[in-house]
């Protein structure tokens, strides 16, 4: 585990470390504060000093297809899902394709980047932040934390090991479960699922129920008259 007081991006710094030096599986870089953390599509995870975690780590792959590369997404997403839920955090949800939200409050949010050789992925880069300790996001709206949805101060040290077991856990089940069996049970706590929602493509609205994802991670969408259409990441953006 490498501690820093404060770097850009965990993710930046830990690709940097991949190529110059040979590192063991599940090395974590964890900072304090990150200057330029990163969430989906380029957007920018704001974090105070000290009170949050902001985190990445390595995954080493031997198997891993391109083509199954949202498995990743799915099995942190859950690891966190789990962690949380057992420190009884209220109403958690994943929100596609990887934000934990509590009720419709962001906490956290995942940045995967893979290294590819050919068709197989190996290696994969997990940025995750999670918010914690903070109380207080002056120029964010819908985002919370830990603290603020329970009133109590986490030791960040000891949620840090327990994510990251979780983390584990759910890599290691890989080789038991089918990919279905994981897809399944991340259907299961997806949000919105099978209720009428809003979304958005480009200017358009336009109204459907989540009901669940492809095998290669495209959001699942019933239209009118049971049609049902595949969206990508950066195809459609769910308002509520």
């Known amino acids: 585990m490498i501690k820093l007081n404060a770097t850009d991006s965990t993710n930046e710094y830990l690709k940097g470390l991949v190529l110059s030096t040979s590192l063991t599986d599940y090395t974590v870089v964890v900072a304090k504060k990150q200057l330029k953390g990163r969430g989906q599509m380029g957007t920018i995870w704001e974090s105070e000093m000290g009170k949050n975690l902001t985190f990445s780590v390595l995954k080493k792959w031997k198997e891993l297809p391109v083509k199954n590369a949202f498995m990743l997404n799915i099995c942190v997403s859950l690891a966190i899902y789990r962690t949380l839920k057992q420190l009884h955090i209220p109403d958690l949800h994943v929100k596609w394709p990887n934000d934990i939200l509590s009720g419709t409050h962001k906490i956290c949010g995942i940045l995967i980047e893979n290294i590819l050789a050919g068709h197989q992925i190996q290696t994969c880069i997990i940025g995750i932040g999670l918010n914690v300790n903070q109380i207080k996001f002056p120029t964010l709206s819908k985002v919370s934390s830990l603290k ?22 759910e890599f290691t089940s890989l080789n038991e479960v089918s990919y279905l069996e994981k897809q399944n049970e991340y259907e299961k706590v997806l949000f919105r699922k099978d209720k009428p929602s809003t979304f958005q493509q480009n200017e358009t609205l336009f109204m459907g129920f989540i009901r669940g994802i492809s095998p290669q991670g495209k959001l699942r969408i019933e239209l ?17």
């Open 148 to 169: 603020s949805l329970v009133g109590t101060t986490f030791h960040l040290e000891e949620l840090l090991q327990a994510i990251l077991e979780q983390i584990k856990k």
């Open 224 to 240: 009118e008259d049971a049609v049902f259409k595949e969206f990508d990441l950066k195809e459609i953006k769910l308002l509520y």
